[in-house]
């Protein structure tokens, strides 16, 4: 092989580990854009069937309220209890978030709703304080053992006492329900949820809901 050969064979293998490498560098970075755009892929809003129903409760200002009272609105339900140390305020925050990030429109058609599951404590007093610590619009509910027992079914919430020291806290299940005018659950969403998303499917679900 002549030095001219021998030149010119590296200059194709070079070439070609050239192109190789380009074409390797290509793919992975098709690849990674592939698995960015999974990323942003937002999954379907999760609800559970046969959520929601009627419901007698009292106010923060003491007054009895029912589901009828709340006709024609979108409900966002939060079930938690006044002094939950981390949960509960995470999620309240979040409803404020979503709430303050809609357009003027969207916020007359929503009402942001908390229903205690630990109605010994939270009276109206104790929610009028802890509701208006997020939303002046947020809406605290209370009521008798029964009728906190018979919504809780009703949104099959999770809420149990659990002794701490000489007293007690709540165990319980966390979502944000976002119902429909007509009453019916739209979505559940969960405390992995940003307020972003929530605000991004309330605006689409909000809209197919009254085509
Ligand atoms: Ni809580």
């Known amino acids: 092989m002549s030095f001219q ?5 590296f200059l194709i293998l070079s070439v070609l580990g050239f192109i190789l490498g380009a074409g390797i ?7 990674e854009s592939g698995d ?19 419901f007698h409760l009292i106010n923060q200002d003491g007054k009895a309220v029912t589901d009828k009272d709340f006709a024609g609105k979108y409900l966002l339900i939060y079930f938690g209890f006044a002094s ?3 949960i509960c305020p995470t999620e309240l925050q979040k409803i404020t978030n979503t709430y303050q990030s809609l357009s003027k429109d969207w916020q007359d058609r929503i009402q942001p709703i908390f229903i205690t599951i630990d109605p010994e404590r939270d009276t109206p007093d104790i929610l009028k304080d802890y509701v208006a610590l997020f939303l002046p619009h947020m809406v605290g509910l209370t009521g008798t ?5 018979k919504v809780k079914k009703a949104y099959k919430v999770y809420g149990a006492k659990v002794p701490e020291g000489t007293s007690y806290t709540m165990d319980h299940s966390s979502f944000i329900y976002f119902m429909g005018p ?14 972003d998303k929530m ?3 309330i605006q689409t679900l909000g809209i197919n809901a009254q085509q």
Do not use: Y
Not at 5 to 9: L, P, S
Not at 36 to 54: C, D, R, T, W, Y
């Open 199 to 201: 605000t991004r499917t």
């Open 25 to 31: 560098a290509g793919l992975s970075i098709l690849m």
């Open 145 to 149: 053992t029964d009728q906190i027992e």
């Open 84 to 86: 939950c140390p981390a």
């Open 36 to 54: 960015k755009n999974q990323g942003h892929q937002e999954s379907l809003p999760f609800v559970a069937p046969h959520i929601g129903g009627p």
């Open 182 to 195: 007509d009453t019916k659950p739209l979505a559940m969403f969960r405390v992995s949820d940003t307020a």
């Open 5 to 9: 050969d021998r030149t010119r064979r």
